[in-house]
């Protein structure tokens, strides 16, 4: 298995969390590897997945026998499917006073965080963990093959084809968790939804036109934009507009936790359709997006992102807050390095009045130059920049 030959970043923070928690909770998608983590960091742990129904009833039945039967605590994993179960835990955390007793993950991120915050606050370390990153895999492969293939662990274990697996992936989150969440009444209605939120990557989201191309109210699609963030397929990139007045856009731009995913809605079925995709631009920034989330959640902090835009059509892809101070980044597919790629860059700095602290231009060329405090980067070095 590639497990034996990969770590994950995330792995210090967890092992350090078990020694001053008494419950560390690992959310993040489907498949990203959660389960393959807890298990190897906490290997004598007596592993339970509430995702199979049988196991699911017996601790459901009795609770108290299950946890007095593993002192030293367990793993269990996709918690979200009895939440109940928390409650019991706090009184267990709160009776032994031991840290590292528990480890949870789940892939319901609304329903585990109102479960956390209600039971267990004070008691647990909340972590995420996203697909495998750039940094992570370091892959030899093209740009286009990264955009095709995505980051998902089992695509990399077991060398499976990416457009089979993502067929299954979708089929399998629908049936698991839309079903689960919302009743729909039109299946096929979402799934174009789905479809249509893909050819929306990297621009500014809208749900009134989304509404009326699906002909369903846009209280319908706030709420199908919120299960799909919740179960940690879309991120909403805010908008940066503290300080800069009225001329700010102010609403958000839709991405991928997964670039892979998105190449399957957009019926991509080869990475040498990529070069020819209208959207490759995008596809490559919703990548590099997302390896700065990456980058961000497994050093365990909050990811501070945002992008920036006026109504006058400057912008920047990306920044990150660092106190007072601003990292901001333009992200072009280009392989051509360009001076041109700076303007943007020159104009936030001037618009912050000099606290762009550092500015970059992550391309997908390997030449790297330097113009005064702004620099290219080459987009597997993205995490970098953090």
């Given at each position: 298995m590639l497990r034996n030959a990969l770590k994950r970043d995330i792995e210090p923070i967890l092992q350090q969390a078990a020694t001053e928690y008494p419950i560390v909770t690992l959310m993040g998608p489907r498949q990203s590897g959660k389960t393959t983590i807890v298990q190897s960091l906490f290997p004598h742990k007596p592993y339970y997945n509430l995702e199979?129904?049988?196991?699911?009833?017996?601790?459901?039945?009795?609770?108290?026998?299950?946890?007095?039967?593993?002192?030293?605590?367990?793993?269990?994993?996709?918690v979200q499917r009895y939440p109940e179960l928390l409650s019991y835990l706090q009184v267990i955390a709160d009776e032994?006073?031991?840290n590292g007793l528990y480890i949870l993950t789940g892939s319901h991120q609304s329903e585990l965080h109102a479960a956390v915050s209600q039971s267990l606050a004070g008691r647990t370390a909340i972590f995420h963990l996203l697909p495998l990153s750039l940094k992570e895999l370091m892959q030899n492969a093209t740009v286009d093959q990264h955009l095709y293939t995505g980051f998902m662990p089992k695509i990399h274990h077991e060398a499976i084809n990416p457009t089979h697996y993502y067929r299954n992936y979708l089929e399998t989150y629908i049936e698991k968790d839309i079903r689960q969440l919302i009743h729909l009444k039109d299946l096929f209605?979402?799934?174009r939804f789905i479809k249509l939120c893909a050819g929306r990557i990297g621009q500014i989201f809208h749900s009134s036109h989304l509404a009326n191309e699906l002909g369903v109210s846009h209280h319908t699609i706030q709420h199908w934009l919120s299960i799909m963030q919740a179960t940690f397929v879309i991120q909403l990139l805010p908008p940066y507009f503290e300080n800069f007045g009225k001329r700010i856009i102010k609403s958000p731009k839709l991405y991928f936790f997964d670039v892979g995913l998105v190449s399957y809605l957009l019926d991509i079925e080869s990475f040498h359709q990529i070069e020819r995709e209208p959207l490759k631009g995008y596809l490559f920034e919703n990548m590099v997006i997302m390896e700065l989330y990456k980058t961000r959640l497994n050093q365990g902090h909050r990811p501070n992102?945002?992008?920036?835009?006026?109504?006058?059509?400057?912008?920047?892809?990306?920044?990150?807050?660092?106190?007072s101070q601003f990292i901001a980044a333009e992200i072009k597919s280009s392989q051509t390095m360009t001076k041109d790629f700076f303007k943007q860059l020159h104009y936030f700095n001037n618009l912050t009045q000099g606290k762009c602290e550092k500015g970059y231009v992550i391309y997908s060329g390997n030449d790297m130059a330097l113009s005064n405090q702004f620099e290219?980067?080459?987009?597997?070095?993205?995490?970098?920049i953090l």
């Open positions: 199979r129904p049988d196991l699911r009833q017996v601790i459901m039945e009795d609770p108290v026998g299950i946890l007095n039967r593993h002192p030293e605590g367990a793993i269990f994993d996709e032994k006073k031991k209605t979402f799934q992102l945002y992008y920036f835009r006026d109504s006058q059509q400057h912008e920047i892809d990306v920044i990150f807050k660092k106190g290219f980067v080459h987009y597997q070095q993205a995490h970098t």
